[in-house]
């Protein structure tokens, strides 16, 4: 069965530290991994990941894929309370006889502090 | 602004009603879809359309319906036969299915309460 786990499940932080969210996956016929932002409301689309081992970059964003370990990593460095949120990983998965396939994780929420 | 509208954003049905939840975009997409997010749990799907007038059930598509008679709109009704309809719904868009590796762009979802 496909599956997607995130960890930690919650995590809480001070401003200006360094976080890294896990994100690991069990699926048939790989396409890609996604990481969106959710601030109570609609999930943001912040990083779409195919080829492993390269970063894909955004201010302090950035996150990493292995295909071979099958996770991929997002990390936040010199967090601001305005990144306290919920980050769902999402692997998409293809399926000849169907549509291709998206599995959410179940979310890591993650609290900055000042 | 381009962008998936989903309305209302808070709804309470009584049991044994059904409830009728909006989502219109205006991006042209031809995919559209209906989670369901309950606390602590990913995104489950519930249904998804890939082109006009066809539709196909998700993951969890008991006690749910819908219609796709128009490329921007895709309403999802909560019948009276889903037990358990407490839960944070969200509707997303794509260009064309999830095979040309774009993602999908959701709305700020509705949230169903049972009184």
Known sequence: EDKVVQSPLSLVVHEGDTVTLNCSYEVTNFR???????????????????????????????????????FSILNITA????????????????????????????????SVIP | DGGITQSPKYLFRKEGQNVTLSCEQNLNHDAMYWYRQDPGQGLRLIYYSQIVNDFQKGDIA??????????????????????????????????????????????????????
């Not at chain 2, 997303?92 to 709305?107: R, V």
């Open chain 1, 79 to 110: 967090t601001q309370t305005g990144d306290s949120a919920v980050y769902l990983c999402a692997v998409e998965a293809s399926r000849k006889t169907s549509y291709d396939k998206v599995i959410f994780g179940p979310g890591t929420s993650l």
């Open chain 1, 32 to 70: 890609s991994l996604l990481w969106y932002k959710q601030e109570k409301k609609a999930p943001t689309f912040l990083f779409m990941l195919t080829s492993s081992g390269i970063e894909k970059k955004s201010g302090r964003l950035s996150s990493i894929l292995d295909k071979k370990e099958l």
């Open chain 2, 62 to 115: 008991e006690g749910y319906s819908v219609s796709r008679e128009k490329k921007e709109s895709f309403p999802l009704t909560v019948t009276s036969a889903q037990k358990n309809p407490t839960a944070f719904y969200l509707c997303a868009s794509a260009i064309a299915g999830t095979g040309l590796n774009q993602p999908q762009h959701f709305g700020d979802g509705t949230r169903l309460s049972i009184l």
